[in-house]
């Protein structure tokens, strides 16, 4: 029974179930009732585990194909009219050639099976920040997914009305062929197709699909921004929150920080940090000139080796209730889930991500797949924010930009104005760790943490964050500054620590929007005093000598670094902004 009398929806439809022939179609409304039912049909086919219902009520486990285990970054195209619109750091496909390339891959992909119609809001239902898209799939893991990412059901279809303005989606598993998996954005056409995957961010289509490569697109189109950041609130012992936005490339503890938890003497004092989004910020000026943000998800889709009780409790509590496990090790013992990093004692009687049996104890093989996900709903968090539904947003007071740099970047710097912020923002750089395929320490520029989402050109996507600050009084806009929690000695050693004590640096960032403390200027911006930095409880850790060494700005390593800018820069031709060529000029200038 469809849920929408909406014409341009019943008719997308009817082209599709002509193009993949299901043997039956079923409106996904997202009750309780037949989610239950779809977990029951997942179990009995094996395509999910009943996980201990005891310890983990209402938690799954999931494996996907082993060859299908992550985002394929060389398979992932934005298909517009011409090259020039996708910009130098997609892939593109013309689109009428790539729409008959995939339709010939998913042509009757559908026979013998069942056509799921999942009609989803990116955003709480009926906000004017918030967008709506239809997923078509053949995988119940991707219904269950999405029933915990996105809100679905009926009132999303009473929302959109007759209203043509949403995203389309199909995704057909097809047989899972590495050779012929694509996962395609046609921004123009406001579509996404995958084909050939069954994994996560493949294929949960509201995921990086649609919130980021689409909506980037459409935010340029409508000036509004979708940004690949996380939304947290600070709340002061006063009872006042300030809430921050903040892009980081992976493995730079994105997800750490939105959950972050106040070192103890602060958490005493009566500060507390509130979870309004982890991966995903949806930004839109709002009736007082100030810029207002939402996080358009409604789960969070998280890495799951590494979290455990000490990186990131708020992180493992969320995922004890009503969570899809992916590609984890499957503990026998007690039916319950393991990985590498929650804790020292590996089940000895286990199957791992790949179904096979494993014993932790003498096992060389890892247990879960280094990219193994949990799906967990944002309200079980212990710290998700009370404005998380807040149809406005929350104002955001400040944007930080971050990567990993051992020696270059000072542990904060402020930018000297908007447009200095977007220019910080673009040269964004990380080391590569050993997490990440080739050498170690290889400098990888991802500008703002959207180098693989960013729906067209990136040249555009620059100069559409000039023309957002030019829209702001100077007042109003957010101060955009820069951290770095990666500084190392001479030895290799980290010399800050990280996790809760970033709250430190937060608190100083607050303080600089509050105009409270000064800073001294550098070649690259402000750098704090180091006696603003509160070291109370970490003197013995954090010796001020340490403080003071990665707060300093070597200019002789930045000079090392301008060109490797410039040949960042080179890549988009006349697309780069004249401002950003501008900023870099300054600063060689006062690096002299």
Known sequence: ?????????????????????????????????????????????????????????????????????????????????????????????????????????????????????????????????????????????????????????????????????WVRGLHCKCTIDPEKRWICQFPQDNTIISVNSGYGGNVLLGKKCFALRIASYQGWKEGWQAEHMLILGIEKPNGETKYICAAFPSACGKTNLAMMIPPEGFKKAGYKVWTVGDDISW????????????????????????????????????????????????????????????????????????????????????GANPNSRFTAPA????????????????????IVFGGRRAKLAPLVYQSRDWNNGVFVGSIMASETTAAAAGAVGVVRRDPMAMLPFCGYNMGDYWQHWIDIGKTLDADKAPKIFNVNWFRKDDEGNFLWPGFGDNLRVLLWILDRCDGKVDAKETAIGYVPYAKDIDLTGIEDEVPFENLEKILTVENSLWAEEVPGIEAFYAKFGDKLPATLQGELDTLKASLK
């Open 1 to 165: 029974m469809a849920l929408t009398t909406n014409k341009s929806i019943l008719s997308w439809i009817d082209e599709k179930v002509e193009l993949v022939k299901p043997d039956k179609i079923v409106w996904i409304d997202g009750t309780k009732e037949q989610i239950e039912a779809l977990r029951e049909e997942g179990c009995s086919t094996g395509e999910m585990i009943r996980l201990n219902q005891e310890l983990l009520p209402d938690c799954y486990l999931h494996r996907t194909d082993p060859t299908d285990v992550a985002r394929v970054e060389d398979r992932t195209l934005i298909c517009t009219p011409t090259e020039e619109e996708a910009g130098p750091t997609n892939h593109w496909m013309e689109p009428n050639a790539c729409y008959k390339m995939l339709y010939d891959i998913a042509r009757d992909s559908y026979k013998g099976r069942t056509m799921y119609v999942i009609p989803y809001s990116m955003g709480p239902v009926g906000s004017k920040f918030s967008k709506v898209g239809i997923e078509l799939t053949d995988s119940i893991y991707v219904v269950l997914n999405m029933c915990i990412m996105t809100r679905v059901g009926k009132a999303v279809m009473d929302a959109l009305g007759d209203s043509d303005d």
């Open 283 to 366: 930004i839109r000026k709002g009736e007082d000139g100030r810029l207002y943000a939402i996080n358009p998800e409604n789960g969070f889709f998280g890495v799951a080796p590494g979290t455990n009780m000490k990186s990131n409790p708020n992180a493992l509590l969320t995922t004890k209730r009503g969570t899809i496990f992916t590609n984890v090790c499957h503990n026998l013992e007690n039916n319950t889930v393991w990985w590498e990093g929650l804790d020292k004692n590996p089940p000895e009687h286990a199957n791992d991500w790949k179904g096979n049996p494993w014993n932790g104890k003498e096992s060389t093989e890892k």
């Open 379 to 398: 309200v079980n968090c212990p710290c998700l924010s009370s404005e998380f539904e807040n149809p406005q947003g929350v104002p955001i007071s400040a």
